[in-house]
């Protein structure tokens, strides 16, 4: 998902949220935990960004293993933040927040 800086980023973050983690069939409790890391990152993110107007958007992306069939399994997840380069330097870069899940067996 790509959110502008102009954006409110709870709202715009919860429903994405929900909707891709649904297909992982996660327990209430991981879903929470990964939405406020979600909105506190993009919050932290856009207040920088706009203090240093260097950047343009916020990227949030969600990255689960291949085969998620067993929902006996325990879901683990962490966080990576990027700050994205721009080739031509008139460009205005991106903030990727990325989420990477895991069973843990």
């Known amino acids: 998902m790509e959110l502008s800086l102009d954006f409110d980023p ?9 909707d891709t983690l649904h297909p992982l069939g996660l327990n209430a409790d991981l879903v929470r935990k990964v939405l406020k890391s979600a909105q506190d990152s993009a919050t932290r993110a856009r207040q920088t ?6 950047f343009g958007h916020i990227h949030l992306v969600a990255l689960d293993v291949k085969d998620h069939s067993s929902k006996n399994s325990t879901w683990g997840f962490f966080r990576i933040e990027k700050m994205e380069s721009s080739p031509d330097s008139q460009e205005l870069k991106g903030h990727s927040i990325e989420f990477y899940f895991y069973r843990e067996e």
Do not use: G, L, P, R
Not at 49 to 54: F, G, K, V, Y
């Open 10 to 18: 709870k709202d715009a973050i919860e429903t994405w949220i929900m």
């Open 49 to 54: 960004e706009i203090s240093t107007q260097e």
